[in-house]
Structure formats: structure tokens, C-alpha cells
């Protein structure tokens, strides 16, 4: 690896992890990085949810201090989120991802449609009761989720939160946590999976923990100084990028 190139990954990282912290969607710059680096693609989604796994798990420490959630809620949307997870790498070791993220970018532009029109969607705290089938209707979307996470991961943090928003009425910030909780167990499943393939670069993977994982102490900060407003319009943005790298890179 060249200097110039571990000075970019190293930089870029750090952005990353900031971005993965307060909205999601960091993937979206760190797996083509890692491409643009000279890593094949599975490598390269493989190493990246490597990285993922300190990034989210950190952030997930730093929200539960700031915020407080409930972690006991979360044990059935995270196991079948890490189960999804574990099928999900499976299935980019042998087919081509394309289908699926065009299948994304029209979830992920539906998104950011509910949340342009409904204005107060997690702005407020309105908690809903957790009925039996909204809580398998997490369970079941956890899963589906877990299966992207594993698959490419791009988004995947955006559309936890989302979620998580709009089915019980919490506010963003509290989402994040949340997210980051269940996001690093889903990362901790797909990253043994490509360990057990040989498909994670440790060098780049290095690299980029140590700097998702500054970004990620930095993102908490910065979402809980700018709170949820500034988040909402952040993630809005997000949510076209992203949908826009998905149709058409």
C-alpha cells in the first residue's frame, strides 16, 4: 500500500465514521474507497463491515451513555437482524448485488418521501405502544435489513433508524443508539463470515477501524450538539445520495 493511498483511507475514515454515527450511510464512500484502493469487491464489502464493527459498536457505547435505550427490546430484532446478517454474506460471495440495490434505492426514495412529508417524524416523541404485530413487524424488517447489511451494507444504518422512527415514535437521536446496537452485531456475523472466505484485508481494514473509530467518537457529539432537526435534513440528503450511487455507480 502506498503512502498517499493509506493518508486517504485514514481521512476518508474518519469522515466515515462521523457520518456513520449520526446518520448512516458511510458505506456508501468506504466500500468504493476501498475499491478505488485496488481491493476486489467482496474484499472490499468484507473489510468494510470489519471496520463497521468498531465504528457501530463504539457509537452504540457512546449513545446508550448520552441517551439511554432500552436494550432488552432489542434482542429479538438484533438476533434475526445478525441472522439475516449471516445470509446475507453468503449471498454476495456468490451472486451480483446489482438487483439488490436497485431494490434499495426504491426503498431508500420512498424514505426520504415519508420523511419530507410527514414533518414531525422523529422530531417529537410520541412513543407508540409496541403491539404484538408491530413488534414482528420489526422483527421480520430487522431481518430483511440484516440481509442487506450483510450482502453491501450501504444504507442499511439509514434504514434501521427509519425504522425504527416511524414504528414506535422515538426521536432520531434515540435511533441512532438503537441502530448502532444492532448494526454492530449484524457487522460482528457478516465479518466471520468473509474472515472464514478470506475476504478481509486486514492492512486497509486496519486503517480504517482506527479512523471510523475517532469519527465514530466525534459523530456522537456532533448529533447530540446539533440534535434532531439538523439530523432529519442531514438524512434526507443522505437518502438521495445514496439512492443516486446505488441507480447509477
Do not use: C
Not at 452504540?60 to 427490546?73: L, S
Amino acid at each position: 500500500m502506498e503512502l498517499i493511498t493509506a493518508i486517504i483511507v485514514l481521512i476518508v475514515g474518519l469522515f466515515v465514521g462521523i457520518l456513520n454515527t449520526v446518520t448512516g450511510g458511510g458505506s456508501v464512500i468506504s466500500v468504493p474507497l476501498l475499491i478505488v484502493s485496488g481491493l476486489p469487491a467482496q474484499i472490499a464489502i468484507g473489510t468494510n463491515r470489519f471496520a463497521m464493527i468498531f465504528s457501530s459498536g463504539v457509537a452504540a457505547i457512546e449513545y446508550h451513555k448520552k441517551v439511554k435505550y432500552e436494550i432488552r427490546m432489542l434482542v429479538m430484532p438484533t438476533l434475526f437482524a445478525s441472522i439475516g446478517s449471516a445470509l446475507g454474506a453468503n449471498i454476495v460471495l456468490q451472486f451480483n448485488e446489482r438487483f439488490v440495490e436497485y431494490i434499495i434505492a426504491g426503498f431508500m426514495i420512498i424514505m426520504g418521501v415519508i420523511i419530507i412529508y410527514n414533518k414531525d417524524l422523529g422530531l417529537k416523541k410520541e412513543l407508540t405502544p409496541i403491539t404484538r404485530k408491530k413488534h414482528y413487524f420489526i422483527v421480520l424488517l430487522s431481518f430483511v435489513l440484516g440481509v442487506y447489511g450483510g450482502f453491501y451494507g450501504a444504507g442499511v444504518s439509514t434504514m434501521l433508524s427509519f425504522l425504527f422512527v416511524s414504528s414506535l415514535g422515538i426521536s432520531f437521536i434515540k435511533s441512532a443508539g438503537i441502530t448502532r446496537f444492532i448494526v454492530t452485531a449484524l457487522s460482528v456475523i457478516a465479518a466471520i463470515i468473509f474472515l472464514l472466505n478470506s475476504k478481509i484485508d486486514f492492512l486497509y481494514g486496519g486503517l480504517l477501524t482506527l479512523s471510523v473509530i475517532l469519527g465514530a467518537e466525534i459523530g456522537v457529539k456532533i448529533a447530540i450538539k446539533v440534535g434532531n432537526l439538523w439530523i432529519r435534513k442531514i438524512m434526507i440528503v443522505l437518502i438521495l445520495i445514496t439512492s443516486i450511487n446505488l441507480i447509477f455507480f
